[in-house]
């Protein structure tokens, strides 16, 4: 864990994709920094045991369905009496050459990672609008801005998620709504499934020399989070090493 922790005591936190990795380390970081942490995940089983070990609450969601979207953020609500920040991580990937995608492999990656980042901070709004504010943390990939070989429709998602951020923040900038992200390089299970000599290849192309702790990552969305980073909106955050530059 990072030592930087800003205060979110009494805040109430939803981070989606929370059963593992990133999405683990970020739901840790808030739970550590005070906040009441829910973290949604398909996989129940995962999430639920993830949210025990950290002291979070596990709730099991698609977030490609609207109404499941909807009754997580309610259930939410309903428990604490509030919502203060909504961290849109959950993603999927179906690589392939872009002539060897089928339309299943090109929709359900758009409706997890661009839907469900949609779906969130929608129904996020009426109870930031309510409360004078919230914070929304997004996150998008360097793919995004670069593109992959293989990864023409993850590459895609990744790219609308950024063009959502930006517009999603001048529409909430009324409400006293922040809307961020990051582009984040983490150790996670996928890079760590990269044969060695790729992998190799990879790390050269970090000015920094390796890839971060997923509690890096937590770091970076905490302080987009914070308060003290409320005159910050519309940015995308490279958390990545140096990689984009």
């Known amino acids: 864990m990072s030592n930087l922790t ?13 059963a593992r990795g990133v999405g683990r380390a970020i739901g840790e970081h808030f739970r550590s920094a005070g906040a009441d942490v829910y973290l949604v995940d398909h996989d129940a089983d995962v999430v639920n045991a993830t949210a025990q070990e950290i002291g979070a609450v596990g709730l099991s969601a698609d977030v490609a369905d609207t109404a499941q979207v909807e ?13 203060d920040v909504v961290v849109n991580n959950a ?13 299943d492999d090109y929709a359900t990656v ?19 609008r309510r409360q004078g504010g919230g914070r929304v943390v997004n996150v998008t990939s360097y793919t995004g801005l ?11 998602a990744k790219a609308g998620i950024i063009g959502f951020t930006k517009t999603a923040a001048k529409e909430l900038a009324r409400f006293g709504v922040t809307v961020n992200a990051i582009s984040p390089n983490a150790e996670t299970r996928m890079i760590a499934s990269i044969p060695e000599a790729k992998r190799a290849e990879l790390t050269a192309g970090i ?12 770091a970076a969305v905490a302080f987009l989070a ?5 005159y910050i909106t519309g940015t995308v955050l490279p958390v990545d090493g140096g990689i984009s530059i």
């Open 6 to 18: 800003f205060d979110f005591t009494g805040r109430t936190v939803i981070v989606t994709g929370g």
């Open 71 to 83: 009754e997580t953020v309610e259930r939410v609500v309903s428990d604490t009496g509030r919502l």
């Open 91 to 103: 993603g999927i990937l179906r690589d392939g050459m872009l002539w060897k995608l089928t339309d």
């Open 110 to 128: 758009m409706a997890v990672h661009a839907g469900g980042t949609f779906r969130f901070t929608r129904a996020a709004v009426p109870h930031f």
């Open 146 to 156: 670069r593109g992959n070989v293989g990864q023409s429709n993850y590459a895609m």
């Open 207 to 218: 000015p920094m020399g390796r890839f971060a702790d997923p509690s890096e990552m937590a």
């Open 226 to 230: 914070s308060d003290e980073a409320g």
